[in-house]
Nanobody, 124 residues
Framework: QVQPMESGGGLVQPGGSLRVSCVAG????????IAWFRQAPGKEREGVSC???????YYADSVKGRFIISTDNAKNTVYLQMNSLKPEDTAVYFC??????????????????WGQGTQVTVSS
């Protein structure tokens, strides 16, 4: 499976938690970098987090300490656990796949394959 597919978005209250999932095949036998990006209304798309096949993880400063990225390679799934959610986390969350992610992980050009996005709304 080349194209990632996101799921798990929804409505959550401020301070709550939500886990979004990205199914991306071949995680057990291919090198990868899988990133989460998000886009809020009227704003540019921004990188949220990335994990690569070496187990390295990266986070935007705005989510560090609140979000955790992880994989279940047997299920070909990458998760983004979002805790202590804030209204400013409201966005469409996209999963993106490339050959790797490293220190420049937040550059969109490194990810040829993108999912359609899943809406996360943080509101009371």
């Amino acid at each position: 499976q080349v194209q990632p597919m996101e799921s798990g978005g929804g409505l959550v209250q401020p301070g709550g938690s939500l886990r979004v999932s990205c199914v991306a095949g071949g995680l057990t036998y291919e090198d990868y970098g899988i990133a989460w990006f998000r886009q809020a209304p009227g704003k540019e798309r921004e990188g949220v987090s990335c994990i690569n096949s070496g187990g390295w993880t990266y986070y935007a400063d705005s989510v560090k300490g609140r979000f955790i990225i992880s994989t279940d390679n047997a299920k070909n799934t990458v998760y983004l656990q979002m805790n202590s959610l804030k209204p400013e986390d409201t966005a469409v969350y996209f999963c993106a796949r490339g050959r790797q992610c490293g220190s420049t992980w937040a550059l969109e050009r490194f990810y040829p394959y993108w999912g359609q996005g899943t809406q996360v709304t943080v509101s009371s």
